[in-house]
């Protein structure tokens, strides 16, 4: 004879009640039950518990198909502690809670040791390897906040994007520049990052004002210089430097005065456009009285750059104008001599077809410079919306475009998660803390799918209608 858990029992019966609906009685995961009813072979699941059910008053199954009696229960049986149902249930739920939390902290655990070993990587002999460790700490930050994880390593890392910069060719100098940004935006502007730019801030002036540098490591540098000053500098009058740097490079590119081109091969041009869009994004922090300066200094000169024959230098030109306009106009009352050939030569860029070029270029061209024109001329911006998790951001000025713009170079996909969850991020477009929403509530927040469709089709039609008016049909024919 065996001696029984009354307690046991009831949780028995309880769930092969559940078991009835759900069908799920062999796949459950709580202790002592599978053992205890064992699978009867050619007999069906339902008729398998009817028939433990019935024998649990008197018997209990056990291992083995054995049927066993079992002696009924004295009073002190029932009343020992720990042997009730909801303490059965309750161990079994914290039992299952538990295993959650000990698979995620596996996951983290597991997670951090593969970032340790990118870290150490970066020292390694090979260049391909120090090139992976690279990507995949780069990867790791823009899909992810680590701050906790990275602000005890910093100066690690650091050490190694500067070796990886100044020892490093080609590809991996690239790697380093673009995970020194994503370094800054992860702990943030404060003393953290600017330790950290202080240390790679000479090794980016070096390699960007050396002409016999790698062309592509130059570029690198030119964008992450800028994204870094704006995120971790902390003195203005070394903005204003660093912005000097980046004027030194991309005022190569202005037809002269003579209206001769300087004749440059398209690496040197890309040069030329990353270090005008830094310092475009530079100059969205500086003071009412730098603006007036530069702009009296670079507008008369900037529409020179539309002539370029790259079309992205013609598009960061275009916009750094209409930024210019945006900042000055919020400064003083503002009056530009040269207003009418400044309209001319962007309505004709706007309406471009010449054959020479890629229908492509001409079409992100056209719609670029569509809405540069219609900055330059009433001062409007046309403004987007980002929707992220809960919320939505609006891009409702070109100093907000410009910052946006640079921040998705670098993150990418995961810009919106970083829109949602950086700090940092969040607190250069005014979004607040984090917010937190459980999953429950964000599923009742969810559109159907047919709501979707709904609105998808209306916005076609609204966004269809606004272009056909800033469109001239017949600039497109002939074309395809």
């Known amino acids: 004879m065996i001696e029984v858990n009354l307690a046991l029992i009831i949780w028995i019966q309880n769930l092969s009640d559940h078991c009835f609906e759900t069908n799920t009685f062999y796949q459950t995961n709580l202790p002592n039950t599978c053992w205890l009813l064992p699978k009867m072979r050619n007999v069906p699941l339902k ?20 049927n066993v009696a079992v002696q009924p229960f004295s009073d002190e049986d029932a009343s020992i502690d720990g042997l ?24 983290q655990e597991d997670f951090q040791y593969k970032l340790k070993v990118y870290i150490d990587s970066t020292l390694d002999k090979s260049a391909k390897t120090r090139q992976g460790a690279l990507d995949g700490l780069k990867a790791a930050m823009a899909t992810r906040i680590l701050y906790e994880f990275i602000s005890d390593r910093r100066t690690t890392i650091a050490d190694s994007i500067e070796r990886c910069l100044k020892k490093g060719k ?18 943030g502007s404060g003393i953290e990052s600017e330790e950290v730019f202080k240390t790679l801030k000479p090794v980016f002036k070096n390699i960007l004002l050396d002409g016999s540098a790698n ?10 210089l800028g994204l870094c000053t704006l995120v971790a500098e902390d003195d203005i009058l070394d903005v204003y430097a660093t912005m000097e740097c980046f004027e030194s490079l991309f005022t190569r590119s202005y037809v002269r005065e003579d209206g001769s081109r300087p004749s440059l091969n398209p690496q040197t041009t890309l040069l030329h456009t990353n270090a005008l869009l830094s310092w475009a994004l530079l100059l969205t922090i500086c003071t009412s009285s730098q603006v007036k300066a530069i702009t009296h200094k670079h507008l008369p000169k ?3 750059l539309l002539e370029n024959d790259n079309v992205h230098m013609r598009i960061a030109a275009g916009e750094t104008i ?22 001319d ?15 492509t270029d001409k079409r992100k061209q056209r719609s670029v410079f569509r809405d540069v024109l219609k900055a330059v001329e009433e001062g409007e911006f046309q403004s987007e919306t980002i929707r992220f998790s809960t919320e939505r951001m609006t891009i409702d000025s070109w100093v907000r475009k410009r910052t946006y713009d640079a921040f998705r170079e670098f993150v990418g996909s995961g810009m919106n998660y970083h829109l949602q969850a950086n700090e940092f991020i969040r ?54």
């Open 47 to 66: 008729q398998q518990l009817t028939e433990y059910k019935s024998c649990l008053p008197t018997f209990l199954c056990v291992s083995g198909g054995q």
């Open 84 to 107: 009730s149902l909801c303490s059965s249930f309750s161990d079994a739920l914290s039992v299952a809670d538990e295993g959650g939390e000990v698979v995620e902290e596996a996951a």
């Open 170 to 187: 080609g590809e991996e100098q690239h790697a380093a520049a673009s995970l020194a940004c994503l370094l800054c935006i992860q702990l």
């Open 215 to 224: 062309i592509q490591a130059r570029q690198a540098c030119a964008t992450s």
């Open 302 to 304: 900037l529409p020179r």
């Open 322 to 343: 209409a930024l210019l306009f945006e900042l000055a106009r919020d400064t003083d009352p503002f009056e530009y001599e040269d207003w009418e050939p400044l309209c």
């Open 345 to 359: 030569k962007l309505n004709s860029l706007a309406t471009d077809c010449n054959k020479h070029r890629a229908k």
């Open 427 to 480: 607190d250069v477009f005014e979004l607040g803390p984090p917010m937190l929403v459980d999953s429950t509530t964000l599923k009742s927040m969810k559109v159907s799918r047919f709501e979707r469709h709904l609105y998808n089709a209306a916005a076609f039609k609204a966004r269809t209608k606004a272009r056909s008016k800033f469109r001239d049909k017949r600039v497109d024919v002939g074309e395809f």
